[in-house]
Structure formats: structure tokens, C-alpha cells
T-cell receptor, first 112, second 112 residues
Framework: GDSVTQMEGPVTLSEEAFLTINCTYT??????LFWYVQYPGEGLQLLLK?????DKGSNKGFEATYRKETTSFHLEKGSVQVSDSAVYFC???????????FGQGTTLQVKP | EADIYQTPRYLVIGTGKKITLECSQT?????MYWYQQDPGMELHLIHY???????EKGDLSSESTVSRIRTEHFPLTLESARPSHTSQYLC???????????FGSGTQLSVL
């Protein structure tokens, strides 16, 4: 069945460092891909998405490119801030149910 | 303002109690979902609905039940709560394939 695998955390970075969180997927067909962010005690917020191969999603300095050849959707940010500390989830959606399959989440901690 | 609301935010109850977690959305979305998030952060789909009078079980077996009598309302009920039900419950809605999910803030349930 469809699945998503993220790099294990926690990831600890200093402020202004470069961020990469790896995400790979297994799916039949052509899924849509998403990154969500969850701050402590809150629900998930959609960060960015891509619906077809080679699409690049971007938001708030974060970006990710849908790579069909490597079945990947890695999240990147050029310069992280303390306020980016959160849990990040990669997800895929396929079929017409609209439901998403999530990776296990990666905790990011940014230190001043 | 279009949004999705969950109540209560926190609930502590004793074993054997019946509880209902409320979820309402004002976006007019047909598709709605319940996810259970365990302490390790993984998200598991437990119920979803395509529209009024439609409910389906998700990927993770759950002793909870749901109903969808109105488009905007998708409550989840536990007839007899147990400590194993302690978890964060997240409600979401979607406008369709590729659109992603909009999440509520969640209900943190603790069963003593």
C-alpha cells in the first residue's frame, strides 16, 4: 500500500542554518504531496503542496520539489529561525477519498 | 471566518464514561476526517465521511463511532472510555482531491 517515510528526528540546528528534512514515498498512480507543520498543543497546518511531478511548493521560505524519478519531496529552508521549531509531517494523498497518509513526523528544534 | 472547530480542547475523564468529541466546519466541505495522534506523534485515520449520511472506517481500527447528519458537523463518540483511548484526536475537512486537509486544533483526551 501507499506509504511515506521521513528522516528521523529530532533535528537540532542553530538559527540561520540550512534545513533539509527528507521525505520519500511509495504510491501507485500520481499522488499529491504535502508538508504540514504542527506547533506544540495545536493541530496541523498546511505548509505547502505539490500536485504533479516537478512542481515546487513554497511558503514562508520553505520549499519542496515533487521528484517522481526519486519518489521524494524533501523540505528545505535556507535560513531557519527559532520560531520554526515544530514537528513537520510529510503526507501523500491519492485516489478520490481525499484522505492523507502521513509520515511519522520530524521534530525540528532551532537554537538561538 | 471559515474555519474548523473542535471542542473540548482538553478532556480528563474516568474509565467507563461515554464521551462525544465535537467537530464543526464552516467551509462547506463535503469530506471530513478523524485522525488519532499517538504520543509518538504518528497520525492514524480512524474515520472519514464523503458527505451527509456517509461514514467509513479508516486505516486504524477504533472503538469509536461517528455520525454525519449535517454537512458542517462530524462528532466522534466513545461509548465506554478506557485508558488505551488516551490520545490526541484531530478533526479535518477537505474540499477535494489534491486540496489537502484543514485541521482543527485537536482534543487531548486523557482517560484515567
Amino acid at each position: 500500500g501507499d506509504s511515506v517515510t521521513q528522516m528521523e528526528g529530532p533535528v537540532t540546528l542553530s538559527e540561520e542554518a540550512f534545513l533539509t528534512i527528507n521525505c520519500t514515498y511509495t504510491a501507485t498512480g500520481y499522488p499529491s504531496l504535502f508538508w504540514y507543520v504542527q506547533y506544540p498543543g495545536e493541530g496541523l497546518q498546511l505548509l505547502l503542496k505539490a500536485t504533479k511531478a516537478d512542481d515546487k511548493g513554497s511558503n514562508k521560505g520553505f520549499e519542496a520539489t515533487y521528484r517522481k524519478e526519486t519518489t521524494s519531496f524533501h523540505l528545505e529552508k535556507g535560513s531557519v529561525q527559532v520560531s520554526d521549531s515544530a514537528v513537520y509531517f510529510c503526507a501523500l494523498g491519492s485516489g478520490n477519498t481525499g484522505k492523507l497518509i502521513f509520515g511519522q513526523g520530524t521534530t525540528l528544534q532551532v537554537k538561538p | 471566518e471559515a474555519d474548523i472547530y473542535q471542542t473540548p480542547r482538553y478532556l480528563v475523564i474516568g474509565t467507563g464514561k461515554k464521551i462525544t468529541l465535537e467537530c464543526s466546519q464552516t467551509m462547506g466541505h463535503d469530506k471530513m476526517y478523524w485522525y488519532q495522534q499517538d504520543p509518538g506523534m504518528e497520525l492514524h485515520l480512524i474515520h472519514y465521511s464523503y458527505g451527509v449520511n456517509s461514514t467509513e472506517k479508516g486505516d486504524l481500527s477504533s472503538e469509536s463511532t461517528v455520525s454525519r447528519i449535517r454537512t458542517e458537523h462530524f462528532p466522534l463518540t466513545l461509548e465506554s472510555a478506557r485508558p488505551s483511548h488516551t490520545s490526541q484526536y484531530l478533526c479535518a475537512s477537505s474540499e477535494g482531491q489534491g486540496a489537502g486537509l484543514f485541521f482543527g486544533s485537536g482534543t487531548q483526551l486523557s482517560v484515567l
